[in-house]
């Protein structure tokens, strides 16, 4: 073999050499970046699950104050103006008491509510499936409503996730008795394929996938934009669907754990 073709070889195998070498750099340094890039996306998480959880805890304090301090104290105003007035001891114009007490009903009844609102307590004492069945009905003052389920309370979701998925239904809830004025509405809870799934059926003004996604993109609709960033917190999804031209479908899923 002539020095030629021994130097020629030699290049070669070093070229390779080199090429080997620098392209197991290149694969280290993206695997790297790949996993400082998923470790960045697990904190984000992480911190984004504590920011919630510590939201949810004053949410919590909140209501609680708000149904065992306030409306208690209302409460006790109520039944003793109520006694004082039949002792005499308190002289008003018929008309003029009635509203009063009229209005201490309304503040009772909306303390009761608000506090449901900002963190819905019963969700921890009755489990998901009772809360949510509990939103149905209590709409039937309003529309003809129906709920059903074939779910347990016995579902993998942590409350953090139930608390999200059940302010996304009193959203959407709202949303359709707001904009959708039905006369009638369906709830149905399900488990398929290790998703539990949340189908809303009315009979009121439809409201499309494209609606939604427009609602969102104009930021025009928060109440859209709140269910989408919820939804999105826990990895579910949302359709809106047209039936026949009568109805419309909200399809409410997400992953079970």
Same mark, same amino acid.
């Given at each position: 073999?002539?020095?030629?073709? #021994?130097?020629?070889?030699?290049?070669?195998?070093?070229?390779?050499?080199?090429?080997?070498?620098?392209?197991?750099?290149?694969?280290?340094?993206?695997?790297?970046?790949?996993?400082?890039?998923?470790?960045?996306?697990?904190?984000?998480?992480?911190?984004?699950?504590?920011?919630?959880?510590? #939201?949810?805890?004053?949410?919590?304090?909140?209501?609680?104050?708000?149904?065992?301090?306030?409306?208690?104290?209302?409460?006790?105003?109520?039944? #003793?103006?109520?006694?004082?007035?039949?002792?005499?001891? @308190?002289?008003?114009?018929?008309?003029?008491?009635?509203?009063?007490?009229?209005? @201490?009903?309304?503040?009772?009844?909306?303390?009761?509510?608000?506090?449901?609102? @900002?963190?819905?307590?019963?969700?921890?004492?009755?489990?998901? @499936?009772?809360?949510?069945?509990?939103?149905?009905?209590?709409?039937?003052?309003?529309?003809?409503?129906?709920?059903?389920?074939?779910?347990?309370?016995?579902?993998?979701?942590?409350?953090?996730?139930?608390?999200?998925?059940?302010?996304?239904?009193?959203?959407?809830?709202?949303?359709?008795?707001?904009?959708?004025?039905?006369?009638?509405?369906?709830?149905?809870?399900?488990?398929?394929?290790?998703?539990?799934?949340?189908?809303?059926?009315?009979?009121?003004?439809?409201?499309?996938?494209?609606?939604?996604?427009? #609602?969102?993109?104009?930021?025009?609709?928060?109440?859209?934009?709140?269910?989408?960033?919820?939804?999105?917190?826990?990895?579910?999804?949302?359709?809106?669907?047209?039936?026949?031209?009568?109805?419309?479908?909200?399809?409410?899923?997400?992953?079970?754990?």
């Amino acid at each position: 073999m002539s020095q030629y073709s #021994q130097i020629l070889i030699l290049s070669t195998l070093a070229l390779i050499i080199l090429v080997l070498f620098t392209s197991i750099i290149a694969f280290l340094f993206v695997k790297k970046v790949i996993k400082s890039a998923r470790e960045k996306e697990q904190h984000k998480i992480e911190l984004q699950k504590i920011i919630i959880s510590s #939201q949810e805890e004053e949410r919590e304090a909140l209501a609680n104050n708000l149904h065992d301090d306030f409306g208690p104290q209302l409460s006790n105003l109520y039944r #003793q103006l109520k006694i004082d007035s039949c002792n005499g001891l @308190i002289i008003f114009n018929d008309d003029h008491f009635k509203e009063i007490l009229t209005k @201490i009903e309304c503040l009772m009844s909306d303390i009761r509510k608000y506090s449901s609102e @900002i963190y819905p307590t019963h969700l921890k004492k009755i489990g998901l @499936i009772k809360s949510i069945e509990l939103q149905f009905k209590e709409l039937n003052e309003h529309l003809n409503v129906t709920f059903r389920s074939d779910v347990n309370d016995n579902i993998s979701l942590d409350l953090s996730t139930e608390l999200t998925l059940y302010r996304i239904i009193n959203e959407v809830l709202n949303n359709i008795l707001k904009h959708s004025r039905p006369s009638l509405m369906e709830g149905n809870v399900e488990i398929e394929n290790g998703n539990l799934q949340i189908y809303i059926l009315h009979d009121g003004i439809s409201f499309s996938q494209i609606d939604f996604m427009a #609602q969102i993109q104009s930021g025009i609709g928060k109440g859209c934009s709140s269910i989408y960033n919820r939804i999105k917190d826990v990895n579910g999804t949302i359709e809106f669907i047209q039936i026949l031209g009568v109805f419309s479908n909200v399809k409410i899923q997400i992953p079970l754990k």
